[in-house]
């Protein structure tokens, strides 16, 4: 089972409160905290449709463009063994460094 729900282009992590006998979610991937709950999976899912357009929403509203895709650049530092088993098993499958880390890394988030 994940934990997650999309809607427009938006992903949320999706946690149960067991303190307090809800769901509560959260939309990833935006610097803007929107967050959302419900006391059932169908309610939890209104919820977030309802956090996704009010966002949009309010980004129209104050004149922001509302945060939602990624500009592809990934810059994160490695250890010099790392980039160098790195580098060596893209050379030895005949692609560049950047093709062969996409490839891999799109296998691991799935």
């Known amino acids: 089972m994940t934990n997650t729900m999309t809607y427009k282009g938006y992903a949320a992590r999706i946690e149960y409160d067991d303190e307090d ?3 509560t979610g959260r939309i990833a991937g935006i610097r803007d ?7 059932t999976v169908e309610g939890l899912r209104e919820a977030f449709h309802e956090a996704v357009e009010d966002y949009i929403e309010t980004c ?4 922001k463009e509302p945060q939602k895709t990624y500009s592809g650049q ?7 063994d790392v980039h160098r088993k790195a580098a060596l098993a893209a050379e030895l499958s005949g692609k560049s460094l950047n093709q062969w880390a996409e ?3 799109d296998r691991a988030a799935g």
């Not at 905290?33 to 006391?39: E, L, S, T």
């Not at 129209?60 to 004149?63: C, E, H, Q, V, Y």
Request: glycine letters at 16%.
């Open 60 to 63: 129209a509203k104050i004149g």
């Open 74 to 80: 990934v810059m994160f530092r490695v250890s010099p």
């Open 33 to 39: 905290g929107v967050g959302f709950h419900a006391d």
């Open 21 to 23: 006998g809800i769901f």
């Open 103 to 105: 490839e891999v890394l």
